[in-house]
């Protein structure tokens, strides 16, 4: 049986997040800011909306330009909160994750799954499971998501991108040189800028030009290895496995408080079972973490997160609880009563990696 490969990457993710949260920002441009500092307008603009996006506002771009290009008309001007998207992106990777053979997640907001056995390798299963992934997706996070669908992860990846956003596009191995041929060579993953401009100068434009390139001159161009690659993903070939990267990147609780409070001890005494549970789950795997987040959920549903990144990996629960502690003190301080509480642990480490680590150290 031939595999069946999907990749799902979520709309204008950090963007989409905060109208999620604040649905009144729906009509506005919104720009996730990362600011430096120095002055009000200095730093750059992580993601944007389509509403800033009609106006030419790019991943990327300084603030100062970015309101330039807004040209008069407001934008939503608003600070990047990593923990707030994990949280969010956590939830979407395991509705996919149970309802797959296999998931690989790629990136924050977007994961590779294979679906063969699932679908018995019948692309019509395939799109009915494509539609359901992003339906429940939809329903339960109210965020869009664009999904591709084809016989590997390279046509998966560019078919995914190719309607956008909350698009499906789904490419059925008969139909996978057809689908490449006409597309521009950029579109192909690891294509950069740089490799680009070569083949270009090259009059190699479309997917098609490369596919029919002689072996020898994109050896001469690109060395072995990248020379394979492209040949072989422009011709549609493409023989990675999807991989489930070891479980967990992740280990999170979230509990719903008994009254809405601002209380540390409150907090403290209520997360006290769901803080054992999840350091039980880190031991019993074998883990250390890296990286510690506590997330409070207001009335209104909307997230804020502090975290903070250890010097080194441990699994001591006795650090786990101090430094909770400290994040929801200031956590606490800085925003009113939480409906919900959770904490997530994330840069999870094995052991065995953790004591080879340090007898290099040593
Ligand atoms: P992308 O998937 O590239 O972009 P996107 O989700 O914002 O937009 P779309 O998929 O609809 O084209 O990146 C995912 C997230 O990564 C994005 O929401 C913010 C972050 N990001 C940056 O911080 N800087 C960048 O330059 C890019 C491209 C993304
Ligand atoms: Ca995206």
Redesign the pocket.
């Known amino acids: 049986m031939s595999r069946i490969v999907g990749h799902l990457?979520?709309?204008?993710?950090?963007?989409?997040v905060e109208e999620v949260e604040n649905p009144s920002l729906r009509d506005t441009p919104v720009l996730?800011c990362?600011f430096s500092g120095r002055t009000e307008e200095s730093g750059v603009v992580?993601?944007?909306n389509y509403k800033a996006r009609a106006y030419g506002v790019k991943?990327?771009m300084p603030i100062a330009l970015a309101k330039r290009r807004l040209n008069g008309v407001e934008g939503a001007f608003i600070r990047?909160d990593h923990g707030k998207?994990e949280v969010y992106s956590d939830r979407v990777m395991e509705i996919i994750r149970s309802r797959v053979d296999v998931l690989e997640q790629a990136?924050?907001?977007?994961a590779f799954f294979d679906i063969t056995k699932k679908t018995g390798g019948d692309y019509g299963a395939a799109t009915a499971l494509a539609l359901e992934l992003k339906d429940k997706i939809f329903r339960e996070e109210k965020l869009t998501s664009?999904v591709g669908i084809g016989p590997n992860k390279v046509v998966a990846k560019i078919a995914s991108d190719f309607k956008?956003?909350n698009g499906l596009t789904v490419v059925r191995t008969i139909e996978v040189l057809a689908f490449l041929s006409p597309l521009s060579i950029n579109r192909i993953y690891g294509v950069g800028p740089k490799t680009a401009k070569l083949l270009e100068e090259n009059d190699i434009m479309a997917v098609s030009d490369l596919a029919s390139a002689p072996a020898e001159r994109l050896e001469d161009l690109f060395g072995k290895k990248l020379a394979v690659y492209l040949h072989n993903a422009s011709n549609g070939v493409d023989e990675e496995p999807v991989i489930d990267r070891g479980g967990a990147s992740q280990l999170s609780r979230m509990i719903t408080l008994k009254h809405d409070t601002n209380d540390l001890d409150q907090i403290g005494a209520e997360l006290l079972p769901p803080l054992r549970d999840v350091h039980e789950k880190l031991v019993s795997k074998n883990l250390f973490f890296r990286n510690v987040s506590t997330i409070g959920i207001f009335k209104d549903l909307s997230i804020h997160t502090r975290s903070k990144t250890l010097e080194t990996p441990t699994n001591d629960y006795s650090v786990l609880e101090r430094e909770v502690r400290e994040l929801f003190a200031t956590l606490l301080r800085e925003v009113g009563d939480l409906r919900r509480a959770g904490v997530r642990l994330s840069e999870l480490q094995d052991m065995v990696d953790q004591r080879s680590l340090t007898e290099f150290a040593g």
């Open positions: 990457d979520l709309d204008y993710f950090y963007a989409q996730v990362v992580s993601t944007s991943s990327g990047m998207y990136g924050i907001d977007e664009s956008k956003p």
